[in-house]
């Protein structure tokens, strides 16, 4: 009995966080799906996610987390990719020194 008295904290306004099952809230969750989908760039994807957040629309929330990921995974390669070249560059300076100085 203690349990479901402890959850009926979850019926209060607050914790209400279903969009609304209404058509302008239809409407919405689909106008921000569309856009999520046709973002060309990350930034316009995060744009439209932080809305569809705020608007509390999941599907389209998942759908610009998605384009907006894609972004962030190639600069998270390339920055992967620097740091690669970096350590080698180090390394071959490193390497050199030990070679001049042992000449």
């Avoid at 996610?49 to 610009?64: I, M, S, V």
């Avoid at 998605?66 to 390339?78: G, I, N, T």
Wanted: glycine letters at 2%.
């Amino acid at each position: 009995a203690r349990l479901l008295a402890d959850l009926d904290v979850l019926d209060e306004p607050a914790w209400q966080t279903l969009p609304p099952c209404d058509a302008e809230g239809a409407r919405l969750e689909s106008e921000l799906t569309a856009r999520a989908r046709s973002a060309t760039t990350g930034s316009d994807a995060y744009t439209v996610a932080l809305q569809a957040l705020w608007h509390n629309c999941p599907n389209a929330l998942e759908a610009a987390l998605s384009a907006a990921r894609k972004e962030m995974d190639l600069m998270a390669q390339k920055l992967e990719f620097t740091r690669i070249r970096q350590q080698f560059v180090d390394l071959c300076r490193h390497f050199r020194a030990r070679g001049e100085a042992a000449a």
